[in-house]
C-alpha cells in the first residue's frame, strides 16, 4: 500500500506562486507514473498534469505555460510548481499514483492511490 501526503497549499492573491509537494511511502516510487488532479466545491475532479516514471510530463490546456510538473525520485516526491495563479485555479489539489510502469494521463480512473488532498484558494 502507497500512501501520499500533499503539502504546500495555502492563499496566495492572483497572479502569485505556490509549490505543491506529495511524499509517497514505499521503496518503488521510481517505477510509479504520478499525476495531479483538482476538485472545486461543486464540480467533478480533473486532471492537471502527470509525469510518468520515465519524466514525460503532459498538462491540461488551461494550466500550459503556467504550472510545471517534476518528481525527485531519491525523495520520493512529485511536485506541482504553480505560476501566474489565477482565482478560477482555487480547489483542492490531489496527488495520485499509478503503479507498475503504467502511464496515468488525464483518466482519474487509471490511478490506484490518491492522498487527501490540499487547499489551494487564489483570492482576486
Known amino acids: 500500500q502507497v500512501q501520499l501526503v500533499e503539502s504546500g497549499g495555502g492563499l496566495v492573491q492572483a497572479g502569485g506562486s505556490l509549490r505543491l509537494s506529495c511524499a509517497a511511502s514505499g521503496r518503488t516510487f521510481s517505477s510509479y507514473s504520478m499525476g495531479w488532479f483538482r476538485q472545486a466545491p461543486g464540480k467533478a475532479r480533473e486532471f492537471v498534469a502527470a509525469?510518468?516514471?520515465?519524466?514525460?510530463?503532459t498538462y491540461y490546456d488551461t494550466v500550459k505555460g503556467r504550472f510545471t510538473i517534476s518528481r525527485d525520485n531519491a525523495k520520493n516526491t512529485v511536485y506541482l510548481q504553480m505560476n501566474s495563479l489565477k482565482p478560477e485555479d482555487t480547489a483542492v489539489y490531489y496527488c495520485?499514483?499509478?503503479?507498475?510502469?503504467?502511464?496515468?494521463?488525464?483518466?482519474?480512473?487509471?490511478?490506484?492511490?490518491w492522498g487527501q488532498g490540499t487547499q489551494v484558494t487564489v483570492s482576486s
Open positions: 495520485a499514483a499509478v503503479r507498475g510502469y503504467a502511464s496515468g494521463g488525464p483518466s482519474v480512473s487509471n490511478y490506484n492511490y
Open positions: 509525469i510518468t516514471w520515465s519524466g514525460g510530463s
